[in-house]
């Protein structure tokens, strides 16, 4: 018999910042765009409804970041709009467009493993678009009212930082292949 006091891999948590992570890498080495990913979790089975990166290069869409991607795979996955029962994990702090895609798409938590000044680190600084529409895009925890459709009450969005050892190798990967000339901003 074996020795049942060792935990089997179900008893560890999924690292699912980690997988968002492992898909910006897959963008980066495939050339599509940015060092970014993004998953799209229903936590109450566990199912990663949507994993993808930015597709911006490959698609010649500018709306097509990592979080964008995935919550449109996911919408389309689930066949409804509705992600209040989802969680967003991205590689990196959401740009404006992708938090407000998130907060229309009812999600009610995004994690983030590199912050704001990660990216702007390696030519990736949104400051000028939060600036534009009026908010600090801040680190943290920020609650952010979402209104629904009808007269039903407000949600809460919660936008929360999760350190993540790796947060960084996406960047490194998107360096090295700009070095290399097999990549660009976004």
């Known amino acids: 018999m074996g020795d049942s006091s060792r935990a089997s ?9 980690g997988m968002a992570i492992e898909e910006a890498l897959r963008g980066v080495a495939s050339g599509d765009g940015g060092p ?11 199912k990663v409804v949507a994993l993808s990166h930015n597709c911006v290069l ?3 869409d500018p709306t097509a970041h990592a979080e964008v991607v995935a919550i449109r795979a ?14 967003l ?12 895609a998130a907060a229309w798409a009812k999600l009610p938590r995004v ?11 390696v030519g990736f600084d949104d400051k000028a678009m939060w600036d534009a529409v009026g908010r600090e895009g ?8 979402a209104r629904r ?38």
């Not at 891999?9 to 910042?17: I, W």
């Open 58 to 60: 490959k698609s010649n």
């Open 111 to 121: 994690e983030y493993a590199a912050r704001a000044e990660d990216a702007a680190s």
């Open 9 to 17: 891999p179900q008893n560890f948590p999924v690292d699912y910042m």
């Open 149 to 186: 459709v009808g007269p039903s009450a407000p949600i809460a969005m919660v936008v929360e930082h999760a350190a993540h050892e790796r947060k960084m190798e996406p960047f490194l990967a998107f360096l090295k292949a700009k070095d290399e000339g097999k990549s660009s901003l976004y």
């Open 138 to 145: 801040g680190g943290g925890v920020a609650a952010v009212a």
């Open 74 to 87: 996911a919408t389309a996955s689930r066949g409804t709009w509705d992600l209040s029962d989802c969680v």
């Open 36 to 46: 970014f990913g993004a998953l799209v979790l229903h936590p109450p089975t566990g």
């Open 89 to 100: 994990y991205a590689s990196c702090r959401p740009c404006p467009m992708c938090y407000g």
